[in-house]
């Protein structure tokens, strides 16, 4: 039987990792059927240059419309029949058989709808891995507060039993195509979203429509993002973003922890907390 699993990277001035990215691709013991790249809104487009030919590439270029539609655009382009997408960041890089590992649990699991596995911290400055995890499943505190479990900690063994979790990170999230089809079958993501949450609203979505998310922790990847454990360290307006989709969450789902949401936007908006 043939499975066809594609891969929709969403680029944003992604010259210095994205060449990584597509390597960690190319080598995976099951390569990808076809891999979308999706430029939403570089400054300057020309690195995309040097993959334009490469195969199984499709480049896609796009004005800065945002995370959510650009992975959007990717996934409406795919052919019929493919059976599994993943949505990998431009600065996040797949170990060997990653693929290969997620599309045999996806096909023993049927009730499945989404994994996501271990994400490590990738040290870009010295182009090294870490044993720092950077997400383990995304949770939800008793106030409200979503967070990426583990994130700034070291790996010692801690998350290493598979389960379901409350979401998955959109840094690197494969997805069954048949949960993520419905009555608007060329949406993957809420476009409503334009940075921040929206993985969080498809796994939520993915869970009300009866399938399971599951952490695998034998999955493994490298992610460059950073984090400030001082907040103020975080620019004003990527808290005020991810403030603002916070609430838009909650409209769309509604639930008492608005309250923790709106909360934060005005500090947010008024106190630049």
């Keep these: 039987m043939d499975i066809k699993t594609n891969v929709v990277i969403v680029s944003h001035n992604s010259e210095n990792v994205l060449g990584s990215c597509l390597d ?25 240059n040097r993959y334009r030919e490469w195969e199984n590439v499709t480049i896609v270029e796009e004005g800065n419309i945002g995370f959510a539609k650009a992975n959007n655009r990717g996934f409406a382009g795919m052919a019929s029949g493919t059976d599994f997408v993943l949505f990998l960041n431009p600065d996040a890089f797949l170990t060997f058989g990653f693929i290969e590992l997620a599309v045999a649990f996806m096909r023993e699991n049927p009730e499945i709808g989404a994994v ?17 995890f950077d997400s383990t499943g995304i949770f939800r505190t008793w106030y409200g507060r979503w967070y990426d479990r583990g994130q700034g900690k070291n790996d010692r063994g801690q998350f290493d039993k598979p389960e379901d979790v409350p979401a998955l990170c959109g840094a690197v999230m494969f997805c069954r195509c048949s949960a993520l089809t419905g009555s608007d079958s060329k949406n993957a993501f809420d476009p409503d979203f334009f940075l921040y949450k929206e993985d969080i609203e498809l796994c939520i979505r993915l869970t009300k429509k009866g399938w399971s998310i599951r952490y695998l922790p034998d999955l493994i990847a490298y992610h460059c993002r950073g984090w400030e ?13 991810a403030a603002e989709s916070e609430l838009l969450l ?24």
């Design 24 to 48: 960690s691709l190319r080598k995976q013991s099951l390569a990808p059927h076809q891999i979308y790249v999706v430029d939403s809104g570089s400054d300057d487009r020309e690195y995309l």
């Design 229 to 241: 454990k001082v907040r103020r360290a975080v620019p004003w307006h990527v808290r005020r973003t």
């Design 116 to 132: 996501g596995g271990k994400i490590l911290w990738f040290d870009i400055d010295h182009k090294k891995p870490t044993n720092i």
């Design 250 to 273: 909650y409209k769309k789902h509604p639930s008492p922890y608005m309250l923790w949401a709106i909360l934060k936007y005005f500090l947010v908006l008024i106190l630049h907390i």
